[in-house]
C-alpha cells in the first residue's frame, strides 16, 4: 500500500515539475531569440553609421583638400593670366596634389587672339605620372562643369561623364569637378579653373570601408542620379526613382527623396527583392548624398547560427528537465528514509540531531513536522536547562573574579598603608627620639657638646627634609596634586645652569659625601622660559635616584641644547635598571625592590612633570655601566617662541 502511494505521489510531482518547467524554458528561449535579433539589428546600425561616418570623413577630405587647392590657385591664375603661366599653375595644382586626378584652366572666348577662339591648359595624372597638354579645339563653353560655375558666379561642384573627344587624354567614367570663375581687373569672368577627381577611384577607397562583406555604398546628386554605385550601369543615366513602381517599392521612393532633401537618418529598404539596411548621410558643401547599404543576410548571418544553437538548446534543456523530474521522484521518498535514519540517532541519545520543517501537506510532509515539533520542544528544554547552568557557571566566575580583585585591592591597599606608614614612621621617631633627648637634657641641666648638639640638629633637618619629601610627593600623586600642576601653566624665565647648581645643593644636603660633576655645553647667562618648580622636582629625583642606588661617587649632571630642546642628563655608575623593570618603572607606587626606601614615585612624577612641561624623560638604554636618564624640554627662549 505504501509503494503504491509512494509511486503515485512520485508521478504527480514529476509531471507538475514537467509541466511548469518545459512551457517557462520553451518561452524564455524564444523571448531570448527574438531579443537577440533586435540586439543584432542595432548593432548593425551602429557599425554602418561607423563605417557611413569613417568614409563621410575621407570624403570630405578629398573635396576639402580640392577646394582648398582650386581656391589657392585661382588667385594665381589671376594674377598671371597668360597660356605658359596657365599651363604651369595647371600642371602644379595636379602634381603637388595626390587627391586630384585633373585640373583643367579653360579661358573665355578669344581671350588669347593668337591661340584663336578656345584656350584651355589641362593636366591629368596617369599612374605615377603628371601630363599636362593645351586641350584640342571644341566647344567646352557648354560642359556642365564649365557652365555651373559661371552661371552662378561661384565656386561649385558639379558630376558628369567624361565624354571622349578629340583629345585621347582624358579620365575614365564618372567625375566630380569643382569649379572656380576666374575674373579680371574688371570683375569680369575670364575663365574658368576647374580639378577633377575620379569617383571610380573613390569608388574604390569607399569599398574598404565595409562592416560586412556584401554591403557597398552609394552616393546621389540633388536630382537622385547614382553618383557611386557598384552597377556601373547605374552611374549617371539612372536614378534613384527609374523603373520603380511606388506600390511596391515606397520604401526605395521614400528613401531617395530623404537622401535627395540632404537628410539623415537610416531604414530598412527592399532594393532588388533583398532587404537591406540603408544608412544615409549628406555630404558637406555638396548637394550630393552618400549612403551605405548593408544586406540583411550579411547581418542576421549570425542570428541564422543562433536559430540551430536556439534548437540544440531547446533539446538540451528539455533532456535536463526530464532528469530533473527523474530526481525529483527520488527526492519525493528521500524525507522518509531521513526522518527514519534520524529518529534511530535520537533513540540512541543524540540530541544535536536536526529535522527541518516541511511545507509539504501530504503524510509525509505532516510525520516530519511533528517530528521536528517534537524535536524542538526537547531541544527548547534542554536548553533551557544548559543555559541556566552555563549562566549560573559564568556568575560563579565572575565572583570569583570580583573576589579576587577585591583581595587584591586590599592586599593593595594594606601594603600601601604600611609602606607610607614604615616612610612616614621612621624619620617621624628619629626626630621625637631626639626632640625626647633634647627635652631631657634640658631638664637634667646637663650641657651637650657643640658636636654633639649639631649631630642632633643635622639629623633632625635631615629627616624632617626627607618627611617632607615624601609628604610632598605623596599630595603631587593625588588627584588634587595633578589637577594643580595642570591649571598651572606660569613659565619662568630659568637660567639652566643656576637651576642645575640649586638641584646639586639640595643633593648634597640629603648625602653631603656625593661626589657630582657639573658639565655644561651652555653659557652661564642661558635661559629658557619654564616652570622652574617642576623643572627642580624632575632635577632633585633625578640626582637623588643616582646618590640612592649607585656609589654616589660617580654622578655626572650634564646641559646640552639643540635649535628645539635643551637636554638635562643625569648619570651614574652603579646597578643600573633591569630590562624587566624599565616597563614599569615609570608606573605610580611601583618599586624595583621592595624593601627598599620611598614610596615609588620619584620616577612616575619627574616623568609627569617633564610631560607637563611640554617634554620627555627617558632612560637612555643605550648606557651599561648604570643608569643614565635624559630629561628634554622645548626651547622657549621667550614669551614669543
Keep these: 500500500m505504501i509503494k503504491i502511494k509512494s509511486y503515485s505521489l512520485s508521478t504527480r510531482l514529476a509531471i507538475s515539475i514537467l509541466l ?63 597660356p605658359d603661366s596657365l599651363l604651369a599653375i595647371s600642371h602644379n595644382v595636379v602634381a603637388l596634389n595626390p587627391h586630384i586626378d585633373g585640373c583643367s584652366i579653360s579661358a573665355e572666348p578669344e581671350l588669347f587672339p593668337e591661340m584663336g577662339r578656345y584656350f584651355s591648359a589641362y593636366t591629368i595624372r596617369e599612374n605615377d605620372s603628371v601630363i599636362t597638354v593645351i586641350e584640342e579645339k571644341y566647344e567646352y563653353f557648354q560642359k556642365i562643369w564649365y557652365k555651373t560655375p559661371k552661371q552662378l558666379g561661384a565656386p561649385c561642384w558639379a558630376v558628369y561623364f567624361d565624354e571622349a573627344d578629340s583629345l585621347e587624354l582624358t579620365i575614365d567614367g564618372m567625375l566630380a569637378s569643382y569649379g572656380k570663375p576666374l575674373y579680371n581687373e574688371n570683375n569680369i569672368i575670364i575663365g574658368i579653373i576647374s580639378t577633377d577627381l575620379s569617383l571610380l577611384q573613390l569608388s574604390k577607397i569607399m569599398s574598404e570601408e565595409r562592416p560586412y562583406p556584401n554591403s ?70 555638396t548637394t550630393w548624398s552618400l549612403a551605405i547599404v548593408c544586406p540583411e543576410n550579411d547581418i542576421l548571418k549570425g542570428y541564422y547560427k543562433l536559430t540551430n544553437i ?21 527526492h519525493a521518498i528521500r524525507p522518509i528514509n531521513q526522518l527514519l535514519v534520524k529518529t ?26 511533528s517530528f521536528a515539533a517534537m524535536l524542538q520542544a526537547l531541544n527548547f528544554h534542554i536548553g533551557s536547562v544548559r543555559y541556566i547552568t552555563e549562566k549560573t557557571q559564568l556568575r560563579n566566575e565572575e565572583l570569583e573574579q570580583v573576589t579576587k580583585l577585591a583581595k587584591e585591592a586590599d592586599h593593595q591597599k594594606t601594603a600601601f598603608i604600611q609602606n607610607v606608614s614604615h616612610q612616614i614612621r ?92 657639573f658639565e655644561s655645553d651652555l653659557p652661564d647667562d642661558f635661559c629658557f622660559q619654564t616652570n622652574h618648580l617642576y623643572l627642580l622636582r624632575c632635577l632633585r629625583e633625578l640626582l637623588y635616584n643616582s646618590a640612592k642606588y649607585s ?65 620627555d624623560m627617558r632612560l637612555d638604554e643605550t648606557y651599561h655601566e648604570g643608569c643614565r636618564f635624559v630629561l628634554e624640554l622645548p626651547l622657549k627662549l621667550n614669551d614669543y617662541d
Excluded at 536536526?354 to 505532516?366: L, P
Excluded at 621625637?432 to 631631657?440: C, N, T, V
Aim: overall charge negative; aromatic content about 6%.
Design 20 to 82: 511548469l518547467a518545459a512551457p517557462i524554458f520553451i518561452i524564455s528561449m524564444g523571448v531570448l531569440f527574438f531579443q537577440s535579433r533586435q540586439i543584432i539589428r542595432h548593432e548593425a546600425v551602429g557599425r554602418a553609421n561607423s563605417a557611413l561616418n569613417s568614409t563621410m570623413q575621407r570624403l570630405a577630405l578629398n573635396l576639402i583638400t580640392i577646394e582648398t587647392a582650386t581656391n589657392a590657385y585661382s588667385w594665381l591664375a589671376e594674377q598671371q593670366m597668360n
Design 216 to 285: 557597398y555604398f552609394m552616393m546621389l546628386d540633388g536630382d537622385g542620379h547614382y553618383v557611386v554605385h557598384p552597377d556601373s550601369s547605374r552611374l549617371f543615366n539612372k536614378t534613384i526613382f527609374d523603373g520603380t513602381n511606388p506600390r511596391d517599392h515606397s520604401d526605395l521612393i521614400t528613401l531617395g527623396h530623404e537622401m535627395t532633401a540632404g537628410k539623415k537618418g537610416g531604414m530598412p529598404v527592399d532594393i532588388n527583392g533583398t532587404s537591406c539596411l540603408v544608412c544615409y548621410e549628406p555630404v558637406p558643401g
Design 310 to 330: 536556439l534548437i540544440s538548446l531547446l533539446i538540451v534543456g528539455l533532456l535536463l528537465i526530464m532528469v530533473l523530474c527523474h530526481r525529483a521522484v527520488a
Design 344 to 369: 534511530r540517532s535520537i533513540a540512541e541519545g543524540n540530541m544535536e540531531v536536526h529535522i527541518s520543517s516541511s511545507k509539504r501537506i501530504d503524510a509525509v510532509g505532516r510525520l516530519q513536522n
Design 426 to 517: 621612621t624619620p617621624l621617631n628619629i626626630i621625637m627620639g631626639f626632640a625626647q633627648i633634647l627635652k631631657e637634657t634640658g631638664t637634667q641641666h646637663e650641657a651637650m657638646s657643640e658636636d654633639e648638639m649639631k649631630s642632633i640638629t643635622s639629623t633632625m633637618e635631615h629627616h624632617s627634609k626627607l618627611l617632607y619629601r615624601l609628604v610632598n610627593m605623596l599630595f603631587d600623586s593625588s588627584d588634587t596634586g595633578f589637577s594643580e600642576e595642570l591649571n598651572n601653566h606660569q613659565f619662568d624665565l630659568v637660567n639652566c645652569n643656576d637651576i642645575a647648581r640649586e638641584s646639586i645643593t639640595y643633593l648634597k644636603q640629603h648625602y653631603p659625601n656625593a661626589n657630582i660633576t
Design 551 to 615: 656609589d654616589g661617587q660617580h654622578i655626572l649632571l650634564k646641559i646640552s641644547h639643540t635649535s628645539k630642546l635643551v637636554s638635562f642628563i643625569v648619570e651614574d655608575k652603579g646597578m643600573g635598571i633591569d630590562e624587566a623593570d624599565r616597563e614599569r618603572m615609570f608606573k605610580f607606587f611601583t618599586k624595583v625592590d621592595d624593601l627598599s626606601e620611598g614610596l615609588g614615585l620619584g620616577l612616575p612624577l619627574a616623568k609627569r612633570h617633564a610631560l607637563n612641561l611640554g617634554g
